[in-house]
């Protein structure tokens, strides 16, 4: 019902800076409630890098406070992460989520999921 599409991984060196885009469709029409990003690294757990609610309330993970800005254009659907003075720690699959509602467009029945996209990578060589 909702696709995400991550862009702007890349490789770039430590101290150096990134921009995460997520971009947000449907065929039906929906509302984000909240969006997020997400890393994943071999051998690693899943962390919660950053989120920011409908009223522009922000979470973020200790280990990127100061270093990381989440933000997001409700028009554009989109959600973007900021990554500045970046560390090799930060090397991961940055994945996408959303908290959406959905309005199907001809039942007009209403839904409320997780959705998730596949991944922009970032690395941070040593």
């Known amino acids: 019902q909702v696709q995400l599409v991550e862009s702007g991984g890349g490789l770039v060196q430590a101290g150096g800076s990134l921009r995460l885009s997520c971009v947000a469709s449907?065929?039906?029409?929906?509302?984000?409630?909240?969006m997020g990003w997400y890393r994943q690294a071999p051998g690693k757990q899943r962390e919660k890098v950053a989120t920011?609610?409908?009223?522009?309330?922000?979470y973020y993970s200790d280990s990127v406070k100061g270093r990381f800005t989440i933000s997001r254009d409700n028009d554009k659907n989109t959600a973007f992460l900021q990554m500045n003075s970046l560390k090799p720690e930060d090397t991961a699959l940055y994945l996408c989520?959303?908290?959406?509602?959905?309005?199907?467009?001809?039942?007009?029945?209403?839904?409320?999921?997780?959705?998730w996209g596949q991944g922009t990578q970032v690395t941070v060589p040593s």
């Open positions: 989520t959303a908290d959406v509602f959905v309005t199907n467009r001809v039942t007009l029945r209403a839904l409320r999921n997780d959705y």
């Open positions: 449907s065929r039906d029409i929906f509302s984000i409630m909240t």
């Open positions: 920011i609610n409908k009223l522009g309330s922000v």
